[in-house]
């Protein structure tokens, strides 16, 4: 059996943990659905950095990476769609598609998704040479795409499931919390439909201008501008129609409530398990505003996202800052998401 270069994480507690880069063992295909995939791309997610301070929880010696694509080496007996030489972008959340939220279209609330089934996250990712993967996780993709924009596929699904949800209209005001690789990859989808005006709230100053270069009207510094005036007076006293949290602590929980208009929807997106909020009923009864989740994708947002970036609808190149092999994952990669300086990366394996 060969050996191949991972990036594994091993956890030290409750808190989070390390992750190393080491060798492991190439893994085989065991089940009749399985599908066996040399990987080409892998993008680094929040939630990598977020696993390693225990903000996600995650499974012991589990080779990380979640967001990736790459080319069908084998397949298991039972698989007919697919051959040797085959595109494929991976859904990390393994759905049943037979429970009642499947049936019913829901997939992303699978009733057995949470019970630790990510790949990346809970089983073996992408961050590494070889990964197999159930047959009903990957989606084909069209063989002249490029893998590297192909990585983002599994966070731009997010923001399609997102932006579905928030219903924006074209007199809507909207605005965006947290210029991360997230808020931007949502300003990108949001950007390309009919809209009023668009506002993000960041304190990265490199990132309010990458906010600005996506097509954001306005941004704003949360810590030295007011940002509820701000809103005010941008919106002639009217607040934003949608605010998207793509941060998802106490402190944007709180911004989003000092902003939003009547009838306002608030889109909850950014993952922070420790985060807590409060919010008063009557100011959601009185101005009847609304409060959504937006978790994960399902199918039809892989499908959609598929499209987006075989027609290049969203300007990737704005998007990864980074492009780098699996040896410098800690060393470059890792480092940079600690210092925020960077957008997507993509690591190559
Ligand atoms: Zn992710
Ligand atoms: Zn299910």
Not at 49 to 75: R, S, Y
Not at 310 to 337: A, V
């Amino acid at each position: 059996m060969g050996k191949m270069l991972a990036a594994v994480f091993h956890k030290k507690g409750e808190n989070g943990g390390e992750i190393t880069l080491e060798q492991v063992d190439i893994p085989e295909i065991k089940q009749n659905n399985d599908v066996l995939i040399e990987i080409k791309a892998c993008g680094i997610c929040g939630t990598d950095l977020k696993i390693m301070e225990g903000a996600h929880p995650a499974n012991d010696n589990v080779i990380l990476g979640h967001e990736f694509c790459g080319i069908v080496e084998n397949i298991g007996e039972d698989v007919k769609d697919l051959r040797k030489g085959d595109k494929v972008v991976i859904d990390p959340n393994l759905k049943c598609g037979i429970c009642p939220a499947c049936r019913r279209g829901y997939d992303n609330q699978c009733e057995f998704l949470a019970t630790d089934q990510t790949f990346g996250i809970f089983q073996n990712g992408g961050f590494t040479k070889y990964c197999v993967i159930p047959r009903r996780a990957l989606y084909q993709l069209p063989i002249d795409i490029d893998f590297t924009k192909a990585a983002l596929i599994e966070p731009l699904s997010c923001a399609v499931h997102c932006h579905n949800i928030a219903g924006v209209k074209e007199c809507d005001n909207l605005v965006i919390l947290g210029a991360g690789p997230m808020g931007l990859i949502i300003e990108s989808i949001i950007r390309k439909h009919p809209i009023n005006q668009l506002f993000v709230v960041e304190p990265m100053e490199f990132r309010r201008k990458k906010a600005l270069e996506l097509g954001a009207n306005y941004v704003i510094n949360p810590e030295t501008d007011d940002v509820e005036k701000e809103i005010k007076d941008l919106t002639n006293n009217h607040g934003a129609d949608v605010v998207i949290d793509a941060v998802g602590k106490s402190s944007t929980f709180e911004i989003a409530q000092k902003i939003w208009a009547s009838r306002g929807r608030l889109i909850l997106f950014g993952q922070d398990s420790r985060a807590v909020g409060t919010i008063k009923p009557n100011d959601i009864v009185r101005w009847q505003r609304s409060i959504l989740g937006s978790y994960i994708s399902s199918g039809v947002d892989y499908l959609d996202a598929i499209s987006l970036i075989k027609n290049n609808t969203i300007d990737t190149d704005k998007l990864i800052s980074h492009k780098i092999p699996l040896d410098n994952f800690l060393s470059e990669g890792m480092k940079i998401m600690k210092e925020k300086t960077g957008l997507k990366i993509i690591v190559i394996p």
